[in-house]
């Protein structure tokens, strides 16, 4: 059985950092790129980053570039996201995502292209 597990999440506030966790299980976990997504209240499910089977290359919407960092341990099955400098439209449910195959590609924003998720990790970030 395949199983996709975030944690980390909690409030925090701005300015502020916190790092995520996805673990896997059941998948071979090198063979899968790895995204993050995440949906703010109200709104629908957006990309955050994703990242190829090697750790890199690595991609990031403009709005978290330069703030958020995704990582993987292929050793340990485990996806991470550090965060500095949190923002409260940083607020929501972050979700791990596992596409087959070794690299993002052109279409990492699409949520329909991966074949696995998460129950995500609330995180909230007040001002």
């Known amino acids: 059985q395949i199983q996709v597990v975030e944690s980390g999440g909690g409030s925090v506030q701005a300015g502020e950092s916190l790092t995520l966790s996805c673990t896997t299980s059941?998948?071979?976990?090198?063979?899968?790129?790895m995204a993050w997504f995440r949906q703010p209240p109200g709104k629908q499910r957006e990309p955050v980053s994703c990242v190829s089977w090697r750790g890199r290359p690595a991609y990031y919407t403009d709005v978290v570039k330069g703030r958020f960092a995704t990582s993987r341990d292929n050793r340990k099955n485990t996806l991470s996201l550090q965060r500095i400098g949190l923002k409260p439209e940083d607020t929501g449910r972050y979700y791990c995502?596992?596409?087959?195959?070794?690299?993002?590609?052109?279409?990492?924003?699409?949520?329909?292209?991966?074949?696995?998720w998460g129950q995500g990790t609330q995180v909230t970030v007040t001002s």
């Open positions: 995502a596992a596409r087959g195959g070794d690299y993002c590609g052109g279409d990492w924003r699409t949520q329909q292209v991966y074949d696995h």
């Open positions: 059941g998948l071979a976990f090198e063979n899968y790129a």
